[in-house]
């Protein structure tokens, strides 16, 4: 979904901002690391986003079977029966299968998204289940039982959780942030949202492809100078009410948050980039907090971004 949105720019620039809602209880954000397959073509507005399709039996067969198994670590309740499906997600370049569990009614009561290698990517509990048993007693015992999961699970989490209770006590979200060589994987890494006493609630792991670095990277100072000129061209009179506030390296996936000629989609393969914020103030400030640019680590091109109103 794209939102057109005008600031106070010199005349005949417009900025479309891609808006991204995510959901914090369904926790199933871009699933990644899976082959691009149909899904490679980038999506444009006015195009279908998902397509799903029937799966052949053998090959649901065995989606059933890595369901049943990964529902069984995840102490999912045994259904009546499982849909599969093939489902291809064009802005998110990504194809999976889907296997929802549903009752004798027909109602769904959880889903999981395999890869092609059979890999789980994602799973969600449907339903609000927050009573149950005892309580995990603190954070340390929810990251340890995030821990232990993600062991069960096969995924890829190493080193000590991020841990955080969910607002009115609705239970703890244990996650393990992305990094490469020091660099943080922006929206990558693996989550689990769990209901107070434990049980799991969401699983997400997000993968997505890395391009090669630059082989030369614009030292802080470089980059802080490149990001005061994009704003000052971006603001022309009112550049002197929007100021960096922090910049830092991070892989990122560009956006057509500053060209609206580009695909609707974010890239689907990540770039390293400097991050930056940049802070309003004075008359700015009433309708606009902050500016983020993502400027190519290697080269200071402006490769997207987002806003803060």
Same mark, same amino acid.
């Given at each position: 979904?794209?939102?057109?949105?005008?600031?106070?720019?010199?005349?005949?620039?417009?900025?479309?901002?891609? %808006? &991204?809602?995510?959901?914090?209880?369904?926790?199933?954000?871009?699933?990644?690391?899976?082959?691009?397959?149909?899904?490679?073509?980038?999506?444009?507005?006015?195009?279908?986003?998902?397509?799903?399709?029937? #799966?052949? &039996?053998?090959?649901?067969?065995?989606?059933?079977?890595?369901?049943?198994?990964?529902? =069984?670590?995840?102490?999912?309740?045994?259904?009546?029966?499982?849909?599969?499906?093939?489902? %291809?997600? @064009?802005?998110?370049?990504?194809?999976?299968?889907?296997?929802?569990?549903?009752?004798?009614?027909?109602?769904?009561?959880?889903?999981?998204?395999?890869?092609?290698?059979?890999?789980?990517?994602?799973?969600?509990?449907?339903?609000?289940? $927050?009573?149950?048993?005892?309580?995990?007693?603190?954070?340390?015992?929810?990251?340890?039982?995030? $821990?232990?999961?993600?062991?069960?699970?096969?995924?890829?989490?190493?080193?000590?959780?991020?841990?955080?209770?969910?607002?009115?006590?609705?239970?703890?979200?244990? =996650?393990?942030?992305? #990094? %490469?060589?020091?660099?943080?994987?922006?929206?990558?890494?693996?989550?689990?949202?769990?209901?107070?006493?434990?049980? %799991?609630?969401?699983?997400?792991?997000?993968?997505?492809?890395?391009?090669?670095?630059?082989? $030369?990277?614009?030292?802080?100072?470089?980059? @802080?100078?490149?990001?005061?000129?994009?704003?000052?061209?971006?603001?022309?009179? @009112?550049?002197?009410?929007?100021? #960096?506030?922090?910049?830092?390296?991070?892989?990122?996936?560009?956006?057509?948050?500053?060209?609206? =000629?580009?695909?609707? &989609?974010?890239? =689907?393969?990540?770039?390293? &980039?400097?991050?930056?914020?940049? @802070?309003?103030?004075?008359?700015?400030?009433?309708?606009?907090?902050?500016?983020?640019?993502?400027?190519?680590?290697?080269?200071?091109?402006?490769?997207?971004?987002?806003?803060?109103?």
């Amino acid at each position: 979904m794209h939102a057109g949105l005008r600031l106070p720019l010199r005349p005949g620039i417009r900025i479309l901002i891609a %808006v &991204a809602v995510a959901g914090a209880a369904l926790g199933l954000g871009i699933p990644a690391g899976t082959a691009p397959g149909d899904a490679a073509d980038r999506y444009i507005a006015g195009g279908p986003v998902v397509e799903r399709s029937p #799966v052949a &039996a053998e090959r649901a067969s065995a989606a059933r079977a890595l369901a049943r198994a990964f529902g =069984s670590r995840l102490g999912l309740a045994e259904p009546a029966a499982f849909r599969v499906e093939r489902v %291809v997600d @064009r802005f998110a370049s990504t194809t999976y299968d889907e296997v929802t569990g549903t009752d004798e009614t027909g109602r769904a009561l959880h889903l999981q998204r395999l890869d092609d290698r059979g890999r789980l990517i994602a799973a969600v509990v449907f339903g609000w289940q $927050s009573s149950g048993g005892r309580p995990l007693a603190d954070a340390r015992a929810a990251g340890d039982r995030g $821990s232990r999961l993600v062991g069960q699970l096969g995924l890829e989490a190493p080193g000590a959780p991020e841990t955080r209770r969910l607002p009115d006590d609705d239970g703890w979200t244990v =996650s393990w942030p992305r #990094v %490469v060589e020091g660099v943080p994987v922006i929206g990558d890494g693996v989550r689990i949202d769990l209901w107070p006493d434990g049980r %799991v609630h969401a699983v997400v792991r997000t993968e997505r492809d890395l391009a090669p670095a630059p082989s $030369s990277i614009l030292d802080q100072a470089a980059a @802080r100078s490149r990001a005061e000129a994009v704003l000052a061209d971006l603001f022309a009179s @009112r550049a002197g009410e929007i100021a #960096v506030a922090r910049l830092a390296l991070g892989w990122i996936a560009p956006n057509d948050a500053f060209d609206p =000629s580009g695909p609707d &989609a974010p890239g =689907s393969t990540l770039r390293l &980039a400097w991050v930056v914020e940049a @802070r309003t103030a004075g008359d700015l400030a009433e309708g606009l907090r902050a500016v983020k640019l993502f400027l190519d680590a290697g080269s200071g091109a402006l490769l997207g971004g987002d806003v803060l109103r």
